[in-house]
């Protein structure tokens, strides 16, 4: 092994880039660990209270990027209250204190404050590359500041994050003589936008590949914007008002006929129906396509896009486009790998939607699909098992009938028999997530079948403990599982606890686990941070001793972790 | 089904007595313990059961459907202009070709199209010309059209104000050019 000089080896390190692939190198023997501790350029942290900054930075003292998760996914529907954590200011603070030269930082669900990314902007010179997905806590004047003083910038891409948008000048913040933007997203903005500071901006930098503008960028600037930038290869268009025929319009036209390297678009804000016509000339050549926010365009104009849009990878899409939409979908889109269809209607009784036919048809059209998000009225099993024949290849799978403990709406059968076909027909399944009425026996599936299954997101399903201990026992790769308003107690709880030792986190909430089966937990593994997101405000009840039967009708979210207990957590989230 | 309630009377909880959680958890047992009330056989009763005694509280849920609110809000845009067409507040877009930006007004505020047609054109200081059924408007570079639910822009004056008004999904004063096609006359 150690024939080679520690730079060779170092250099077909190099060539190793998965996560997974690295640390695996690492547990070779002490040389490669040393080797591929200094070599590491790229650390993830999928749970930012598994390890602190300082260890982080023990280990690897030379990265350049760094990812950071914070709060559980649930918190994505605001089953997490404001304040619990995943404050990133340490992590930056540490790393400003280093020397290490940060040109990377990708952060998921955390609280990110304008003092943050102040010190983020001034401390690495040639800092690169911000990825903010999920966010909160920040201003444009966090923006402002990255803009003045990371000199090398290349990316700034919002996605999904709550900012205060203060109007300011943020776009005009970037140097004059700052070139080398390469992807600049700001589509989560909402107030209004400096359009002239954004036009000179975009004029000024070749490199630029991927845009996506907010709702205050209307047609006529769009259209120039484009004309400067026909070099675009992923554009997120912000409003588009209909101005059919208009003077806008027709260069809008003629300006996207030049943008030949086009190959995915988004957007659509504020979108009238007609617009998406001028786009058709690029249709051909997309391989990325969302539109799950244009919720103001009708069916038929998103079938008419579709049809053109024979290379199609990715596509995101409101279910508006109906069953009938599906299948033009399912019969055009030859190269389809990605599908998710969210809901227009949140409360249930639709009548647009999408039913169990449209999903059988993508399945039966579209050989190459591995990822599904899927919002639905209804399903079958007689669906499902179609689906899993025609689809073995799923590595996502996420199903959500939008009434929980809805059964077959045909047989009035639980579901379980059209999940176990899916998990038992995908091998490679990597993620499921599963919905309507289902008892342990879909449980006693995904743990017998489901064998790389690494997330598993539970809902309103399950009967008794069986349920939940037929995962934990079955599913030897899990590494994430949630779960909500379902019949798992203690028994299940505490019945492997060296289990989650395995496991990134597990997240209960409204199921039937108590307070006193949580405190035997964290007793027990004292490896583990078991918190319980109090939000009844009755600390007192606990002093006074009341336990044991209590049901904890709030939050169970417990994690593995090297650096025990966190310090930064709220009055309301105990830990156990 | 009685005998569930009961008992979770009896067990202590985090919950204040008394609150909204104490009815969500009676539902909510009345759910998950489907499955004591018997075996296999009676599963299709007791979903039945289940059913009529969980009514499902679509809104009420947390968190529920798994939705961001960045989606949520913009359904609930849309539904609200579609709701609106039930007389309560008609709020529709108002674009003008040439204008910096567009102005919204509530159409269940005016009782016909001359009283919406001044209002126009205050608003955007414009004339919009005498209308005429087979010609359309003339004496002006302006026209006003709608666009309908199908989709299609319209001339504003032509339907029975009651049907514009449910049928009316945004406004345009379109200018110069391509308000000929609309029967401007000449």
Not at chain 1, 364 to 378: D, E, R, V
Not at chain 1, 524 to 529: E, Q
Not at chain 2, 72 to 96: F, L, P, W
Not at chain 2, 124 to 137: I, P, T
Request: charged share 25%; proline share 4%; hydrophobic share 35%.
């Amino acid at each position: 092994m150690n024939y080679f000089p520690d730079e060779v080896i170092e250099h077909v390190f190099d060539f190793v880039t998965s996560h997974k692939d690295r640390n695996s190198i690492s547990l070779v023997c002490k040389s490669w660990f040393k080797i591929e501790r200094y070599s590491r350029q790229n650390v993830f942290i999928g749970n930012c209270y598994s390890i602190s900054p300082e260890r982080l930075l023990r280990r690897f003292p030379c990265f350049k990027s760094l990812t950071l998760k914070g709060k559980p996914h649930f918190a994505d529907f605001n089953l997490v209250p404001h304040g619990w954590g995943g404050f990133v200011q340490p992590w930056i603070e540490a790393l400003a204190r280093s020397r290490v030269g940060l040109e990377e930082l990708r952060l998921k669900r955390m609280v990110v404050t304008d003092e943050g990314l102040e010190l983020l902007s001034r401390s690495f010179v040639n800092f690169k590359s911000l990825v903010l997905v999920s966010c909160e806590g920040f201003s444009t004047d966090g923006l402002a500041s990255i803009a003045s003083n990371c000199r090398h910038l290349r990316d700034l891409d919002l996605q999904e994050n709550e900012i205060d948008d203060h109007r300011g000048q943020w776009l005009s913040c970037f140097p004059e003589t700052y070139t080398s933007l390469v992807t600049l997203n700001f589509a989560c903005l909402e107030g209004e936008t400096n359009l002239v500071a954004l036009e000179r901006l975009v004029a000024r930098s070749p490199n630029l590949r991927s845009l996506k503008l907010n709702r205050a960028v209307p047609l006529d600037a769009l259209a120039r914007l484009m004309a400067c930038a026909p070099q675009i290869v992923d554009l997120g268009v912000g409003s588009y008002e209909d101005e059919q025929d208009s003077e806008s319009c027709l260069k809008l036209q003629a300006a996207i006929r030049k943008c030949t390297s086009l190959r995915s678009l988004s957007g659509f804000l504020e979108a009238a129906p007609h617009c998406l016509s001028a786009f058709h000339p690029v249709c051909h050549n997309l391989t990325s396509l969302n539109l799950s926010y244009a919720a103001e365009i009708h069916g038929s104009h998103l079938i008419k896009l579709i049809e053109h849009c024979k290379k199609l990878q990715r596509l995101w899409i409101l279910d508006s486009i109906g069953d009938k939409g599906l299948e033009v979908v399912a019969s055009t889109c030859k190269e389809l790998q990605e599908l998710r269809v969210f809901p227009t209607d949140l409360h249930g009784g639709g009548n647009t939607a999408v039913t169990e036919d449209g999903l059988v048809a993508i399945s039966a059209g579209c050989p190459k699909l591995h990822s599904i998000l899927y919002f639905c009225q209804q399903m079958t099993n007689a669906a499902l098992i179609t689906v899993a024949r025609n689809c073995p290849n799923f590595i996502r799978f996420r199903l959500c009938i939008l009434e929980p403990h809805k059964p077959d709406h045909v047989t009035s059968q639980p579901l379980d028999e059209g999940f176990g076909a899916i998990v038992q027909a995908c091998k490679n399944l990597k993620r499921l997530s599963v919905s309507g009425l289902l008892t342990d026996q879909v449980f006693l599936y995904i743990g017998m079948f489901a064998t790389q299954l690494e997330m598993l997101s539970i809902a309103f399903a399950g009967d008794t403990d069986k349920g939940m201990l037929y995962v934990l026992n079955g599913c030897k790769k899990m590494r994430k599982l949630e779960i909500r308003d379902s019949p798992f107690g203690d028994a299940a709880l505490l019945a492997d606890v060296n289990k989650y030792e395995t496991m990134r986190s597990l997240w209960m909430s409204s199921c039937e686990v108590t307070l006193g089966g949580c405190k035997r937990l964290a007793r027990k593994a004292p490896w583990l941070n078991v918190e319980i997101i109090n939000e009844n405000d009755n600390n007192r009840m606990e002093e006074n001793g009341y336990e044991g039967r209590q049901k904890v009708d709030n939050k169970l979210y417990l994690y593995r972790t090297v650096v025990g207990t966190r310090v930064d957590a709220p009055p309301f989230v105990w830990i156990l | 089904m009685d005998e569930f309630v009961n008992l979770k009377e009896t067990e202590l909880r985090l919950g204040l007595p008394g609150t909204d959680n104490v009815s969500e958890e009676i539902e909510r047992v009345s759910c998950n313990k489907r499955a004591l009330q018997g075996d296999t056989e009676n599963e299709t009763e007791s979903s039945m059961m289940k059913t009529e005694t969980c009514p499902p509280r679509k809104a009420q849920i947390v968190g529920w459907p798994p939705v961001r609110s960045s989606r949520k809000n913009i359904i609930q845009t849309k539904k609200n202009e579609s709701d609106s067409e039930g007389g309560r507040g008609v709020y529709v877009k108002v674009s003008m070709d040439g204008a910096p930006y567009l102005r919204k007004i509530d159409l269940s505020c005016y009782k016909g199209y001359k009283e919406l047609l001044k209002a126009l054109e205050i608003m955007f200081n414009f004339s919009v010309g005498e209308y005429f059924e087979r010609e359309g408007y003339k004496g002006s570079d302006f026209v006003p059209t709608y666009e309908d639910k199908d989709g299609d822009w319209m001339l504003i004056g032509d339907v029975p104000w009651e049907m514009f008004v449910c049928t009316c999904k945004r406004l345009r004063i379109m200018k110069g050019s391509e308000a000929k096609g609309l029967g401007c006359g000449v």
